[in-house]
């Protein structure tokens, strides 16, 4: 109130001073008018005045300018003229008028000679010049000549004087009429003067009066602006108290969530450093490791972290640290498989410094990163394009993405600047060096390379310019899309709902996130009071409006996805089956790089199983048919494409992988059946070894009890007497995997139990126990291949893929392709093409399927393999047509529909991924067995060569045209070693040469055939050119002469004496010789084959290791001992046990009295001269092999490098197989590792006793590195006791009656006695070789005396056994010529039928 009415007087005091003021003003302003006025007059006579003399003074200044031109020199030449010019006179008359000097010309000189006259003429008195002498002038002035240029024309300095009194003449006449104006203008200023003073007098006053009036207004302005700022006051708090109002309630939950975000951050800011640490590790190391191995390594650095005492989230991951869920969810939408080691692949490829690289074999990152990196104008690049470096400089330029695909193991060094990212400033500007060219470098440029391989081998220089990310498939990710596939066939509607969702979802939370950021960003930017930011306010009000709303939007939307998610869930069994399969196909790469097949083809066959499969209205029997009807379809269109070899294993694979899968077979079950027991110590049990058992067989047992919990005291059980004759019984019967088990097992064993039991104890039945597993698992169809049909396969190929014959030797599908294109309207010539791929045939090849594809022919491009360096184009080619379009009508742009490409090759790794990814792949074999073989051969022999090849001798030609067919069709290779030493491939010109020479022998006979001709032609030449080995050319003439002799022109001639089944037909015609064939055995038994029922026995054994031993090169490293953590750790394990027990090594040290003893001449004893090198041979095997050990343990605990050797032999040691690092330096064996090492223990061993205790008695020759050496020292022994030349001794054999090695008294006086030798394929009874019994394949040959006789000749009746190291019999060929795996022939008598075709021989060591 006070100031209100302080403010009330101010105002009325201002208001008198303020009408004061204004009276004072009046009057200063009246006179301030009149002094305005006296001073624009003032100054008009002042302009005047100026502007009279501004006249005059140009020409004067010109004159005082053309005087200060003039130099000494211009006076003196005036002043030197003795008579001057009239004009220069006139001049200088004038210029002593005005100095009031005489106007002479002597006068004239003296004034031109004084000191100043120059001086004096530019200061002249021009403003004071008497009249008198003006008037003098004038006559002068007057005077028409005297002018400046006349005057020059005389004298240039006369003239600069004439011009200075014609000025001096102007400035006078103008002066006298300025000076009155002057006179006035000086009146009128001191006029003004007067009048400023008395206005500068009134204007103090004013200033006085109006500075009062000022303060006063100071004053009460002061008041009212107190005033003002209490009222603003008040309503500024009242508007702070709205708007504090509106902010608390704003910002309450936001209040909330910051809270526990501070919380979170205070957390884990401690452990920061840690968490950051491993993920830059995490981004550096792992992106090239799988899923499981990237979980070992993060935790195993968690692990080391808490060691050292660095602070680190216990569950620290690299999605923990990086990941945005809303970037997640946008890499979800754009394909990015939703499981977390796919989520880690793309925090690699946008968070590593270096260039991302991905192994993408199923081309998941491929169409990620495309949809991704779409919208930014990804460019698609092959380093196979000829303008690869064009288009990479354009996007670097433009700061477009680039995706560089089909990357393979090494990468153009063109782009290694890139790779580098050497960029370098260049006047202000990033530029890198690409190519010959500087480009200019976009900041936004990325680049990312794909491979499609699925097990790259990168070199470190590679590996260190790169990111590797391993984008391989993950089981949950594909068993993720396989659902999305299934419920968005199956429930079209909940898979629609919940894609919006996820789009829906993803948009709310990214823009619930940018309110959070607004909201926080516009508190940060706030200045001053926050309360007074009215803009501010209701911008967060909004923002928390709309953050409610869309909270309240993806609350209700992640319900609903829940609930779609549960509905989902009925169906994930389908896709985990669906899953389970695809990665078992993806496993057949491993096998063969043709069995390639790409996932989005298996997603495809998916597909169509979804809408082929027989509906149900239950979702249980719906998905129950739909495995099963997916299980069969694309096991039937995988399997066409698989050699027979394999479709069994493919079907175990399947079967075991789906009960896997399923939790019905545990991981060491599964190892067990692979690996067998894997101690490479002698395993001991309660119980006694039974006496139908083995050694090996029962080790075998005991670990397979700790290993397999359902199996545990099978061992013992086997050992009681209560039990042991049932298994006895079980494992002896013909058929062991149809028999019930022994009654207390039966129960608790299951179908993939009896397999365990197989494998160690009738391991030639494993296979058909596989085969009942199988059938049992998923059904009799799986069990056996379904023969495919072009007529079947025609329906499932369009114009857009092609369809690949894969070939091996022998087949050749051309004919059958065609008989099936003239079938379809395709002649051959006309509508069907084919090529031949070889040297120069790429271009003709290529030129053919771009018009084929645009007339709707059909193109057979055959031998893919032997063009190797078109297969590149060959792949784009294919490319390109599957991004082509068929075309639907006449004259329409695409591919005719009725276009084909088929292909022929072997397999190769050279054949595109590609091509075998998409396309169609089916296998073409010859036929197997030998009634396919004959039917075949008789199905190409036409009716003319039949009956006319030999006019002279129709009935012989035709029953040996058969008998030599039947000899060509005896595939022996099947029975492995026992068949042939080394397999060989007789092929169908081998036949067709045979029959023409055949042809030619009969035709030109006259009573008596050539038969020694015809055996060797035949079987030396033709046949006998592709074999190598001595003893497979033996056992090739040998079966020969059961076909080609004279013996088959008798009508009761049989080519299997004891069945009778196979003999030539009688004489026919064609169709009957195919009706013969038609009614043979549909399979064949070891006899037509010339051998025992037993090699059945050796096939099935090979068969059945072949089978797990590919199994097991296509299984990941994983611990094969029960109880085992890691495989390092297993590996650690094994490594110690083995390097514990090693013995120490051979020394001469350690050599008994007379070991090493010299003869009377010096000469060391031969047999001597062997132990020494033995003994170096194992000290160098032992040597490595501790030495290895060592490295490998320390490479497992980290403290070296694990080097690719010892990668190798650390998986070789899991795998229960020799290292190849030991193998190198070691005898050859066949023998898994445990058995290895018993192995090595006992040779060892044998070699120290005959060290310490002297030349044993008998030896054991199986125990020695080189046999041969033996042989050869026991031939120099004899050779020097009885001075016999040793080229003419050679070994006869005497086998003695003493079972084992102890039963030995002495030993005998010439030669040595030999223990340990196996007879493979026969049995030594009462004193000669016999058949062996049933089921047995190998048997121990008793004591044999090795006796150096000079010259010996066995008798024709004894049998040239060959004794081979291992059971592989093949071997390198010596400097010998023979196989490093031949020792010699034993010569033993035999019993009359035993023939050599029987693949008889004698082995050092068995295979366990």
């Not at 010019?85 to 003296?110: F, I, N, S, Y």
């Amino acid at each position: 109130m006070a100031v209100v009415q302080a403010t009330a007087v101010l105002l009325l005091q201002v208001a008198e001073d303020q009408l004061e003021a204004e009276q004072v003003r009046a009057v200063v302003s009246r006179e301030e008018s009149e002094v305005k006025t006296k001073a624009a007059h003032t100054q008009a006579l002042a302009d005047e005045a100026k502007a009279d003399l501004d006249q005059a003074l140009p020409a004067l200044n010109a004159a005082v300018d053309s005087l200060n031109a003039l130099n000494k020199g211009d006076i003196v030449e005036i002043k030197s003229m003795v008579k001057p010019p009239p004009l220069v006179l006139m001049t200088m008359e004038a210029v002593c008028t005005l100095k009031q000097e005489k106007a002479e010309w002597d006068t004239a000189k003296r004034v031109l000679g004084e000191s100043g006259f120059m001086k004096s003429l530019l200061e002249f008195d021009k403003d004071h010049i008497p009249e008198t002498v003006m008037k003098r002038l004038r006559k002068y002035i007057d005077t028409p000549e005297f002018t400046p240029e006349t005057v020059a024309k005389q004298s240039k300095a006369a003239q600069s004087l004439c011009m200075w009194c014609r000025a001096v003449d102007v400035y006078d006449r103008i002066v006298k009429v300025v000076e009155p104006k002057r006179v006035a203008l000086r009146g009128a200023e001191a006029m003004l003067i007067g009048a400023n003073a008395q206005l500068q007098e009134k204007q103090a006053a004013l200033k006085a009066v109006e500075g009062k009036v000022a303060g006063l207004e100071a004053a009460l302005a002061a008041a009212e602006a107190e005033q003002a700022s209490l009222k603003e006051q008040a309503s500024v708090t009242a508007t702070r108290l709205q708007r504090a109002a509106k902010l608390t309630s704003a910002l309450q939950e936001e209040g909330v969530r910051w809270g526990n975000t501070a919380r979170q951050i205070k957390e884990s800011t401690g452990l920061l450093v840690g968490d950051v640490l491993l993920s830059a590790a995490c981004i550096a190391y792992y992106g090239a490791f799988p899923g499981n191995y990237r979980q070992e390594l993060v935790s195993g650095w968690v692990d080391k972290c808490k060691e050292y005492g660095i602070p680190v989230s216990p569950d620290c991951t690299l999605r923990g640290t990086f990941a945005s869920p809303i970037q997640v969810r946008d890499w979800r939408l754009w394909g990015l498989p939703a499981d977390d080691v796919s989520v880690d692949n793309g925090i690699l490829v946008s968070k590593g410094k270096r260039w991302p690289l991905m192994i993408d074999p199923q081309g998941q990152a491929n169409a990620w990163l495309r949809n991704m990196e779409g919208r930014a104008g990804l460019k698609l690049v092959k380093l196979s394009q000829p303008n690869f470096m064009r288009l990479i400089e354009g996007a670097v330029r433009l700061g477009q993405p680039v995706l560089i695909e089909d990357v393979g193991e090494t990468i153009d060094p063109a782009l290694e600047p890139l790779l580098l990212k050497q960029v370098f400033k260049q006047g202000g500007r990033s530029v890198i060096h690409l190519g010959d060219t500087d480009v200019e470098y976009h900041p936004s440029f990325q680049l990312y390379m794909t491979t499609p391989l699925a097990n790259p081998h990168y070199l470190p220089e590679v590996c260190i310019k790169v990111t590797l990310v391993n984008f391989t498939v993950t089981r949950p990710g594909l068993e993720e899309q396989l659902l999305a596939e299934l419920v968005r066939k199956e429930r079209p509607n909940l898979q629609a709902t919940r894609d919006r969702l996820l789009l829906s979802i993803s948009t709310d939370k990214r823009q619930l996130k940018e309110l959070e950021d607004k909201i926080l960003r516009l508190l940060k930017e706030a200045k001053g009071n926050i309360l007074d930011d009215e803009v501010l306010i209701n911008t967060l009000n909004n923002s928390k409006l709309t953050a409610g709303m869309i909270q309240n939007r993806v609350r209700e939307a992640e319900e609903t996805e829940n609930n779609i998610n549960q509905a989902r869930e009925q169906y994930r069994s389908a896709a985990a089956g669906a899953s389970t399969f695809y990665f078992v196909v993806a496993d057949l790469a491993l096998i063969s790089p043709m069995y390639q097949t790409s996932l989005s083809s298996f997603i495809t066959m998916f597909n169509h199983c979804i809408d082929a499969c027989e509906k149900a209205p239950e979702v249980g029997v719906r998905l129950r048919l739909l495995t099963s009807f997916a299980m069969r379809f694309i096991f039937d269109k995988v399997q066409r494409g698989l050699f027979e070899q394999h479709k069994l294993l493919f079907s175990f694979m399947l079967a075991t992988a789906t009960a896997r899968a399923a939790g019905q077979v545990t991981q060491g079950e599964w190892n067990f059946l692979l690996r067998g027991g894997s101690s490479v110590t002698p395993t001991g049990s309660e119980g006694a070894t039974p006496s139908w058992l083995s050694v090996s067989q029962w080790s075998q047992l005991v670990q397979m009890g700790r290993a397999v919990a359902a199996l545990e005291g099978v061992a013992d059980s086997m050992s009681m007497p209560s039990e042991s004759k049932a298994w006895e019984e079980w494992a002896g019967c013909s058929q062991p995997h149809l028999q019930p088990l022994p009654p207390a097992w039966e129960p608790v064993c299951t179908t993939f139990h009896r397999l365990l039991l197989l494998k160690v104890l009738r391991e030639d039945k494993l296979l058909v126990g596989c085969q009942r597993y199988i059938g049992e698992s998923l059904g009799a169809a799986f069990t056996q291949g379904q023969p495919w049909t072009l007529d079947g396969v025609l329906p499932d190929t369009t114009a857009l893929i092609p369809t690949i014959f894969i070939l091996t030797s022998g087949a050749d599908p051309t004919a059958m392709l065609q008989r099936f294109g003239e079938k379809q309207g395709m002649k051959a010539g006309e509508r069907l093409h084919m090529v031949s791929l070889g040297q120069g045939q790429g271009p003709v090849a290529e030129t053919l399927v771009a018009l084929a594809a645009a007339d709707g022919h059909w193109v057979c491009l055959q031998n893919c393999h032997l063009a190797k360096s078109w297969m590149p184009r060959l792949g784009s080619i294919v490319e390109e047509l599957g991004k082509s379009q068929v075309r639907r009508e006449e004259g329409e742009a695409g591919v005719h529909p009725d276009f084909r490409l088929w292909l022929t090759s072997m397999p190769t790794p050279d054949f595109p991924a590609s091509v075998l990814q998409s396309g169609i792949k089916l296998t073409s074999e010859p036929p197997k067995g030998v009634k396919a073989n004959v039917a075949r051969t008789y199905a190409d022999i036409t009716e003319g060569p039949f009956e006319s090849s030999c006019p002279s001798k129709p009935a012989a030609w035709k029953k040996l045209l058969f008998s030599l067919t039947f000899f060509h069709a005896v595939e022996r290779r099947k029975f492995g070693s026992i068949g042939w030493n080394i397999p060989y491939s007789f092929n169908q010109s081998d036949l067709e040469c045979s029959m023409m020479g055949l042809a030619t022998f009969l035709n030109e006979a006259e009573d008596q055939l050539p038969w020694p001709a015809m055996e060797y032609v035949v079987g030396q030449i033709n046949y006998g050119g592709h074999v190598t080995d001595d003893m497979d050319r033996r056992c090739l003439m040998s079966t020969l002469r059961r076909f080609l002799t004279a013996k088959v022109m008798d009508s009761d001639y049989t080519f299997t004496p004891v069945s009778g089944a196979y003999h030539p037909p009688q004489s026919g015609t064609l169709e009957q010789c195919r009706a013969f064939i038609k009614a043979l055995p549909a399979s064949e038994s070891p006899e037509v084959f010339g051998m025992h029922d037993n090699a059945n026995l050796a096939f099935e054994l090979q068969e059945a290791g072949r089978v797990m031993d590919t199994v097991l090169a296509m299984q990941p490293r994983e611990p094969a001992l029960p109880g085992s953590t890691t495989p390092d750790q297993q590996v650690a394990a094994l490594a110690a046990s083995i390097l514990d027990h090693l013995p120490p090594l051979l020394s001469m040290a350690e050599a008994g009295p007379g070991v090493f003893e010299r003869t009377q001449a010096g000469q060391l004893n031969s047999l001597a001269v062997v132990l020494g090198q033995e003994m170096e041979r194992f000290n160098r095997l032992s040597e490595a092999m501790r030495s290895s050990l060592e490295e490998l343990q320390k490479a497992v605990k980290g403290l070296t490098v694990m080097s690719a050797q010892l990668e190798l032999m650390a998986t070789s040691l899991l795998n229960s197989q020799v290292p190849e690092l030991w193998k190198r330096v070691a005898y050859p064996s066949l023998k898994p590792l445990g058995s290895w090492v018993t192995d090595y223990h006992e040779r060892i061993a044998f070699m120290r006793a005959w060290l310490t205790s002297g030349q044993p008695k008998c030896f054991w020759l199986p125990g020695f590195f080189f046999p041969q050496g033996l042989m050869t020292g026991v031939l120099q022994t004899h050779a020097r006791k009885y001075g016999i030349a040793i080229d003419s001794l050679s070994f006869a054999f005497q086998v003695s009656q003493l079972k084992e090695p102890s039963e030995v008294v002495d030993a005998p006086e010439d030669g040595i006695l030999i223990h340990g030798l196996w007879l493979e394929g026969a049995q030594w009874q009462n004193g000669c070789l016999t058949e062996p019994n049933p089921d047995v394949m190998y048997s121990l040959l008793p004591v044999i005396h090795f006796m150096p006789v000079q010259d010996y000749l066995a008798p024709d009746t004894e049998y040239d056994c060959p004794l081979y190291k291992t059971s592989a019999r093949a071997g390198a060929l010596s400097t010998t010529g023979q196989s490093t795996n031949f020792v010699l022939c034993v010569n033993l008598p035999t019993r009359e039928g035993t023939d050599r075709v029987q693949g008889v021989a004698l082995l050092c060591m068995l295979n366990d």
